[in-house]
């Protein structure tokens, strides 16, 4: 690693191991993390990426490899790194049965805040991530959405200049991962670098900038997500006949021009059918509308995450398992 890493690099390793017992939760991780924006690591439960986070954030001690975080090892400097940081894990770090004011005041006074200063604080980010009203109510009774954003507000008592977001969205209802999805937007506006570990791929699709795609603890892909898409070459056409009788002839000129099998959608009108290139898809309309087939609409879409993770794996990201990583801190420790 060289000096110019502090500069351009909010994170960058090489080679990371970190092994449980017979288990090998990361196996050699690289990454190199651009300051500024949104960097996704992407995986089922069990791929390692909270294990690679613990390591990044000086919480785990790696087994092997190097690490710099903001320009600082990972090794011989944990607390000037722990200084410039925020790491909020899966589950909150609250008391539940202090208020939330109380909360905020309390992780203020151990950042060194005069209590009056750290009450000002606290209501300042309750009022920043709507809990004012909740400000005088015990943790216990907050929902999952609040317990989430409250948890994020206490990272933020001192501005960080890197925020770890260990798979911040977890068990909340669509609502509140909305909201919290807001929160880290506007992190980044302020300034922030967030690095955002995920299972869920339209998250990693809405917010990461770049992803690193991670399966058995290895990095097996990394990229922007357009890039990633791109390097399965494969969109999809979809269409819909006006007569639904048109279909089985609409189907066998598509797969005469494409190549490639063609779904039968529920929908009695609609076909869907794989594409290596966008350019296919004007001959195969041209096709269509040569033999005189009417079509009511069609779309012409990239791959989804989904897809391109099962490409890389050869399986679905909800089928693999979670035996390769500890599921909580505790195991961890």
Do not use: C
């Amino acid at each position: 690693m060289t000096g110019t890493a502090e500069e351009a690099l909010a994170v960058e390793a090489h080679g990371l191991v970190k092994s449980f017992g017979s288990n090998r939760a990361v196996d050699g991780i690289d990454l190199a993390i651009p300051r500024g924006g949104i960097y996704g690591v992407l995986g089922p439960n069990g791929a390692g990426k909270t294990t690679a986070l613990r390591m990044l954030a000086t919480l785990l001690r790696p087994d092997s490899g190097e690490a710099r975080v903001l320009g600082h090892d990972v090794f011989t400097e944990p607390k000037r790194i722990r200084e410039l940081v925020a790491l909020t894990g899966q589950f909150a770090s609250l008391d539940e049965d202090l208020t939330g004011i109380e909360n905020l005041v309390l992780l203020g006074r151990l950042y060194g805040f005069a209590p009056a200063a750290a009450r000002r604080r606290g209501m300042d980010l309750l009022d920043a991530f709507g809990l004012t009203d909740a400000a005088g109510r015990q943790v216990k009774k907050f929902s999952g959405g609040m317990r989430r954003r409250l948890d994020i507000a206490g990272s933020l008592i001192v501005t960080p200049r890197l925020m770890f977001l260990d798979e911040p969205t977890t068990g909340i209802d669509p609502r509140s991962r909305n909201q919290v999805w807001d929160i880290i937007r506007t992190l980044v506006d302020g300034g922030t670098t967030i690095l955002l570990t995920t299972q869920y791929l339209e998250e990693a699709d809405q917010l990461a900038g770049r992803l690193a795609v991670i399966d058995h603890g290895r990095v097996i892909a990394e990229g922007t997500p357009g890039q990633l898409k791109a390097q399965i070459g494969q969109g999809a056409l979809s269409v819909r006949v006006i007569d639904p009788a048109d279909r089985p002839a609409a189907e066998e000129i598509l797969s005469g021009v494409l190549g490639t099998d063609i779904t039968r959608e529920a929908d009695p009108a609609a076909l869907t059918a794989s594409l290596a290139e966008n350019r296919t898809a004007a001959e195969a309309l041209a096709a269509l509308d040569r033999s005189g087939i009417e079509i009511e609409t069609f779309s012409i879409g990239q791959p989804s995450l989904d897809e391109v993770f099962l490409a890389l794996t050869g399986k679905p990201a909800e089928e693999h398992d979670s035996a390769d990583e500890p599921e909580t801190e505790e195991a961890a420790r």
